[in-house]
Nanobody
């Protein structure tokens, strides 16, 4: 089926920046889109940002203007550049390939381990 390996998370102060990476063991060009999601402890996983295979990006309102999603088809890797981080961005971040809409919840891959981002006040 393929695997997703997220990396790049860590502890950062509010206002700081982090770049997440998601390496995919299959060609991401075969998927209409790739996306980043996050889960705050005790809550449901939520959509954060998505990018289509023709580079159209979509963001949830809370991160628009601060986060940038991009992809490198040659490396089968998806990135999430995060700026102006806030404590409420603290979560485990995951990537996946959505089936249908970004918020529909159905995805192609089994979920990976994710990468923890912790933003201190």
């Amino acid at each position: 089926q393929g695997q997703l390996v997220e990396s790049g998370g860590g502890l950062v102060q509010a206002g700081g920046s982090v770049r997440l990476s998601c390496a995919v063991t299959r060609s991401i060009n075969r998927f209409k889109s790739m996306a980043w999601y996050r889960r705050v402890s005790g809550e449901e996983r939520e959509f954060v940002a998505g990018i289509t295979n023709d580079d159209v990006a979509t963001y949830v309102d809370s991160v628009r203007g601060r986060f940038t999603i991009s992809s490198d088809l040659a490396k089968n890797t998806v990135y999430l550049q995060m700026h102006s981080l806030k404590p409420e961005d603290t979560a485990v971040y995951y990537c996946n390939a959505p089936r249908g809409s970004y918020s529909g919840g159905s995805v192609y891959f089994f979920w990976g381990q994710g990468t923890q981002v912790t933003v201190s006040p």
